[in-house]
């Protein structure tokens, strides 16, 4: 399995960015992609999940309402809509991939077998 992020960089605090993660290697049908973070100094933590069939979604309670992850099965791409983004959004940010994850469990970073390489988000002014 791999999974490539990409669309990551340099934007002003209430600006917007999409990250892309293209996912190969398997058909995903009962995996759920996620989307993870890194600041400086700090735990790699949960942003959103969904799951490859269907609609079931998930989110960090500090990006709710600005962030949005959407998939594309045809082109095995999930995608991360960051809007309003602050300060404290900089990071790392990590897609990965988990086989079968019950909805309570997406936000669990021990659930996911397979990431990406990371793509870095700044926000500053």
């Known amino acids: 399995v791999q999974l490539q992020a990409s669309g990551g960089g340099l934007v002003q605090p209430g600006g917007s960015l999409r990250l892309s993660c293209a996912a190969s290697g398997r058909t995903f049908g009962r995996y759920i992609m996620g989307w993870f973070r890194q600041a400086p100094g700090k735990e790699r933590e949960f942003v959103a999940a969904?799951?490859?069939?269907?609609?079931?979604?998930s989110y960090a309670d500090s990006v709710k309402s600005r962030f949005t992850i959407s998939k594309d099965n045809a082109q095995n791409t999930v995608y991360l809509r960051m809007n309003d983004l602050k300060l404290e959004d900089t990071a790392v940010y990590y897609c990965?991939?988990?086989?079968?994850?019950?909805?309570?469990?997406?936000?669990?970073?021990?659930?996911?077998?397979?990431w990406g390489q990371g793509t870095q988000v700044t926000v500053s002014s």
């Open positions: 990965a991939a988990g086989y079968g994850i019950i909805l309570s469990a997406m936000q669990l970073i021990r659930m996911y077998d397979y």
């Open positions: 969904i799951k490859w069939s269907g609609s079931t979604t």
